[in-house]
């Protein structure tokens, strides 16, 4: 995977192999259609150490038949008793995501967003976002990625509810126009239960296509995030509320900020985890093997002269004389000197004229 190219959008980022994991805060509609909570999921964005902020925006006329706007929509969920009266109630006009853009971008966050419509998709793009996010439900709309495709700008798709001829369409579709994409592997089942997750699945992706990928997780925990970044993912994004108890289905799949916090500082802690590529022995590990490792000691006072036997010799800490590793060395040496019990051995008391005990044996 390391010798696939990543993306570059036009504040300078990179994301792909080799950088660090670009984490994505999906606010989607969480805010409930309010704009002063989307600010705030913005702030503690910010704080639990997002490195970007994605929102959704739908245009209910471009989106729905009149059939789908005019279908009743109740339940605890419900925003209003049709479904697009339910959908309109949790959108943001354009004038709030150019609020939140500004607002994202003076905190150091990246701003950008899945538009489930061609009217919204030129909005969002005409917004000037450096990412535009194909979500797993547009994967197959082939308009919409050719608008995408035709705007040029770095694309991150999800790859949920998708078999592999769908996304070998969408890739070959991208790819009429730019190489700038990243898949995300993903189960759009809300929440997602672990053992649907299919994490290998995200390796088999990048395998296919040769092209950057990452996680869009959905799952309730953090486990299957965490270990998508040892597994190689560059992007991960999760869904994020301020309160999972809120009204809405998303939010159930969604992290709070501690959560968050926690799954940013684990996605950062894998990755220094996963820098040492070689087996060493490091240099905060010498002392410790000076202090726990063994050496080979005396069992008993011995006199000069002697041949040393199994039962004359032993192993016992600390490990700063001759290591165990050179047992059948030392066996069989004739001593130069007498030695006490539980005296380190050293090669000073043994016979240089031992075949056992030549220098290249010695430490």
């Known amino acids: 995977m390391n010798t696939v190219k990543g993306i570059r959008i036009a504040s300078g980022r990179r994301i792909g192999p080799g950088e660090p994991c670009f984490i994505v805060a999906e606010i989607g509609n969480n805010h409930q259609g309010d704009l002063s909570i989307a600010r705030d999921m913005v702030y503690a964005a910010a704080a639990a150490g997002a490195d970007a902020v994605k929102f959704q925006k739908r245009d209910m006329d471009c989106l729905f038949t009149r059939a789908g706007k005019e279908a009743p929509y109740g339940g605890k969920h419900s925003f209003g008793p049709t479904y697009g009266e339910h959908r309109l109630a949790l959108e ?13 971008e003076k905190l150091g966050l990246v701003f950008f967003a899945s538009a489930w419509d061609l009217v919204s998709a030129r909005e969002m793009l005409d917004l000037g976002m450096e990412i535009f996010k194909v979500c797993s439900a547009d994967l197959v709309n082939i308009p919409l990625l050719r608008m995408v495709g035709e705007a040029d700008v770095p694309v991150i798709m999800s790859t949920g509810m998708s078999d592999w001829q769908d996304v070998d369409v969408a890739v070959a579709e991208m790819r009429r126009y730019h190489e700038h994409m990243v898949l995300l592997h993903c189960n759009s089942s809300y929440p997602c239960p672990d053992e649907l997750v299919g994490l290998p699945v995200m390796l088999a992706m990048a395998k296919r296509y040769g092209l950057p990928v990452g996680y869009s997780g959905h799952e309730t925990g953090l486990g299957p995030s965490i270990a998508s970044v040892a597994m190689g993912a560059c992007v991960v994004e999760r869904h994020f509320t301020l309160d999972r108890s809120q009204r809405g289905t998303d939010h159930q799949a969604s992290l709070e900020p501690g959560h968050f916090a926690g799954l940013c500082a684990m996605i950062r ?3 220094a985890a996963m820098r040492l590529r070689k087996k060493q022995v490091c240099p905060t590990e010498r002392s410790s093997a000076a202090k726990l490792r063994k050496s080979i000691v ?7 002269g002697h041949v040393l036997s199994q039962a004359d010799i032993t192993v016992k800490c600390p490990g700063t004389g001759i290591s165990p590793v050179q047992w059948d060395e030392v066996l069989g040496s004739r001593l130069t000197r007498s030695v006490l019990c539980e005296e380190l051995v050293d090669w000073d008391a043994l016979a240089a004229d031992q075949p056992s005990a030549t220098m290249s044996g010695r430490l």
């Open 269 to 271: 802690e894998t990755e």
């Open 298 to 304: 005396f069992a008993r006072d011995l006199p000069a």
């Open 92 to 104: 943001l006009g354009m004038e709030a995501m150019a609020e939140l853009k500004a607002l994202s």
